[in-house]
């Protein structure tokens, strides 16, 4: 049947026990019916028998006689059964004619009109069954011989009505009983269908919430049980197959979207971010702040102390953005040691939203320069950071990072440690900056014959040339001569302080040993980056080119900044031994710019310290500067170093740095930085100056030995 299939379980259940007890029960009372009918039919047919052998033996006499009255009186003493219809004795003869009738008044009319459909005329003993009548006809025999036929016609209305009556109250026990059935059924039904009903409805609150830690209650231990455990055991593998790809999804989202080492957002999770508050931000009308921090001197630390202390000083730097800032706010990690911060909802008012962006910007500035303890150690770094403000979807997000980014540089190059906000003329600078990169790299790297050094002549208290500083200068094709001042903090920032740091000392020391051969017995000083002295190798890149060039190693002579002792003094001191036993000498530059201890200095192999030009420049019009001139080179004859002021302009900053006991100068008053050619003319003048005094010295003597 279609419609079974669309029947639940315990439906169907109950469907089938009732439909199989109706069943049996409409069989059964078939079979009880027709039983029934049967024994009626063979009762009534022996009622008949019994009531036809009586009147056949009190019939024969009468027959026999010809008495046809007494016959007919035999015959309507059957009245006394209302279902006799009719009764009929025939004489055996030819025509067998009716010897004596009787008729039911109660069916006489019925009688007429069935009776025209009889036919008598030829008489056989038995019995017949017609749907409404039971015809028999009995022999009536004298001394075994035949004489007449009794024939009885009977209604079978009270047999039916007896068999209706048997068959209704078989009906209503029928129907009682499957009532019974179907409360049993139904009892059954929740018995045998419960389990799976729950465990049906298990499946769809588990469909419907996505909830796989949901078990479905078991009943019995029957096969249904079994099913039930079966399905929960099912379900906790999905549940824990579920569990190991929610945790492999998390973990791919975290690799996706966080950092490794912090845990911060990283530059895709940031860029999502960015892209929504700007969305938003149309919407509410308030101006975010974007910044960007960089940490100064990281690489330095990271490239001396070691990757593991970097990481660990990059992970304490996200521990301090994450608590210092709102809930709402984003830090994100994009790079080594560069983060971006998104300021959510300063104010409608932009004047408003930039005083609290800068306020926040400082509050992180002083958070993340506080001193950091790594490993035992006392670190110390410093964020520059760049601020650019946000107000309308307009701005992209890729735009307002370059800015703030740009932003970032310029704190860097107005001294670090600063918050810069971003302006219009930075992006220009910006281009400038990209095409000196790219000029740069092009020049080091395919035509180093733009490049060049200069050497500014280093003098005594005679004004006697002792030493020159090798100073790079860039002549560019197109340009014209780019100052050092522009294109050295370029290289700084991408790294191409390395190469060019690597050309310097190799041409410088090359224009040495060429002075060196030909007698002019000068030192030359090389200022070194911080970067590149703390590179790896750098001892060996050192040492390799006095080797390659063959020069004096005593006339050779690194400046390096104050910075570079702040990084990790044990290393400077250590990389600074090394090479002084080739012979190198080394000299502060800058000196009195830095943070510097005493300390320190003592533990430096130094033979030279060199006093800052902004202090030279400013003798006569600040006091402080004065003594801070005065201390530095009380403080040389301490320490047993040399000093030489840089910066030396007019004649009355000469006068005045000899009377407080100067060793030696460089500056303008002097010489200003000049070619290799004509720096050796200078020495080879003054060479030839000192050899014509010797001379005259000498023709003296021997006039008066005369």
Not at 345 to 369: C, F, H, I, Y
Request: aromatic share 8%.
């Amino acid at each position: 049947m279609p419609g079974l299939h669309n029947l639940s379980v315990a439906a169907k259940i109950r469907w089938m026990i009732v439909s199989v007890a109706a069943f049996a029960l409409l069989l059964t009372t078939a079979i009880s019916v027709s039983v029934e009918v049967n024994n009626t039919r063979n009762a009534l047919l022996d009622r008949v028998q019994i009531l036809s052998n009586v009147i056949s033996t009190h019939v024969t006499a009468a027959l026999s006689f010809g008495d046809a009255q007494t016959a007919t009186r035999l015959l309507q003493s059957m009245d006394f059964d209302a279902d006799i219809i009719h009764a009929q004795i025939y004489e055996i003869a030819e025509d067998a004619q009716a010897f004596a009738s009787y008729d039911n008044p109660d069916f006489k009319a019925a009688h007429e009109i069935d009776s025209s459909h009889h036919d008598y005329s030829v008489l056989e003993p038995g019995h017949d069954f017609t749907l409404g009548r039971l015809n028999l006809a009995s022999p009536i025999e004298l001394d075994g011989e035949t004489i007449g036929m009794l024939c009885i016609e009977v209604s079978l209305a009270s047999l039916w009505l007896q068999i209706l009556r048997y068959l209704l109250s078989s009906l209503a026990i029928l129907l009682v009983v499957l009532f019974f059935v179907y409360l049993l059924a139904r009892r059954l039904q929740r018995r045998i269908a419960g389990p799976f009903e729950n465990l049906v409805q298990g499946m769809k609150n588990i469909s419907a919430s996505n909830d796989f830690s949901h078990r479905i209650e078991k009943g019995e231990n029957d096969e249904v049980g079994q099913i039930i455990d079966n399905f929960n055991e099912m379900i906790g593998q999905i549940e824990r197959s579920n569990l190991q790809i929610q945790a492999k999804n998390k973990e791919v989202e975290q690799h996706a979207f966080y950092d490794a080492l912090t845990g911060l957002p990283n530059r895709r999770m940031l860029m999502q971010q960015l892209s929504k508050e700007l969305n938003r931000c149309s919407r509410t009308f308030k101006t975010g702040a974007l910044l960007y921090l960089d940490l100064d001197h990281f690489k330095t630390i990271n490239d001396s102390l070691g990757h593991t202390t970097g990481d660990m000083l990059l992970k304490e730097v996200a521990h301090r953005l994450r608590s210092h800032l709102r809930k709402g706010d984003t830090p994100a990690r994009v790079g080594g040691d560069e983060f971006v911060v998104i300021l959510t909802d300063l104010d409608e008012n932009v004047g408003v939203a930039a005083e609290n962006a800068l306020s926040v910007a400082e509050a992180l500035r002083k958070q993340l320069s506080s001193p950091y303890v790594i490993e035992e150690r006392r670190l110390h770094s410093s964020p520059s950071i760049g601020i650019a403000l946000f107000h309308h979807a307009n701005d992209s997000a890729d735009d307002l990072i370059k800015q703030a980014d740009l932003a970032m540089y310029k704190a860097k190059e107005d001294g670090r440690n600063l918050v810069q906000f971003f302006a219009a003329d930075m992006q220009k600078l910006a281009l400038r900056r990209m095409h000196i990169e790219e000029d740069l790299r092009h020049a080091l790297e395919s035509d180093p014959n733009q490049l060049e050094l200069h050497y500014q002549p280093q003098v005594n208290h005679n004004g006697e040339i002792f030493g020159a500083e090798a100073l790079i200068r860039w002549n560019h094709p197109t340009n014209g001569r780019i100052s050092p001042e522009e294109f050295i903090p370029v290289a700084e920032v991408t790294g191409l302080i390395h190469p060019l740091g690597k050309w310097v000392l190799s041409h410088g020391l090359q224009q040495l040993s060429v002075w060196q051969s030909k007698g002019l017995n000068t030192q030359l000083a090389i200022n070194i980056s911080p970067n590149q002295f703390l590179q790896e190798g750098f001892l060996e890149t050192v040492t390799e080119a006095v080797k390659t060039c063959g020069v004096n190693a005593e006339r050779f002579e690194l400046e390096i900044t104050e910075s570079v002792i702040m990084r990790d003094i044990d290393e400077v001191v250590e990389l600074m031994k090394e090479l002084k036993t080739l012979g190198i000498k080394f000299s502060i530059d800058d000196f009195g710019t830095g943070y510097s201890s005493l300390q320190y200095l003592t533990k430096l192999p130094i033979s030279k310290l060199k006093i800052d030009k902004s202090f030279i420049n400013d003798l006569f019009t600040d006091p402080n500067d004065a003594a801070i001139v005065n201390t530095i080179i009380a403080m040389t004859k301490h320490l047993g170093v040399a000093v030489i002021a840089e910066g030396v302009e007019t004649l009355e900053e000469a006068n005045f740095l000899f009377e407080n006991g100067c060793d030696a100068f460089q500056g303008y008053y002097y010489d200003r930085p000049m070619p290799a050619t004509d720096m050796e003319g200078r020495l080879l003048q003054q060479k030839a100056g000192f050899t014509a005094i010797e001379a005259d010295t000498g023709e003296a003597a021997s006039a008066g030995g005369h």
